[in-house]
């Protein structure tokens, strides 16, 4: 009866170390694959904001070539305006020789 009890005693020492072990395995291994998850996830991220970068970058460099067009056509139009104050002057002066 006493052998009989002391190898319950030892099974169940045994069962709760094997539980323990186990237990902080799995534990271990979910924690693993949870770091690598959480790498994965953070990548992501990061080359989505890398992209976005990028195509704000593009976006200013579009508007900074589109403000240099515009101040060139302002520039022209300036030009324009004065050639054409001074026909309207010369075409003034036509009419009223006539």
Known sequence: MLNETI????IGVIGTICGIYFGYSGYKRTERKDN?????ESATLFSDIGY????IDDLKRKQ???DERHIEIITRLTS???STKQA???IDEIIEKE
């Not at 190898?7 to 030892?10: D, T």
């Not at 976005?52 to 195509?55: A, F, N």
């Open 80 to 82: 324009v305006e004065a």
């Open 88 to 90: 309207h002057k010369r």
């Open 7 to 10: 190898i319950v005693a030892v």
């Open 36 to 40: 690598q998850q959480e790498g994965k």
């Open 64 to 66: 900074e070539k589109s």
């Open 52 to 55: 976005i970068k990028s195509g």
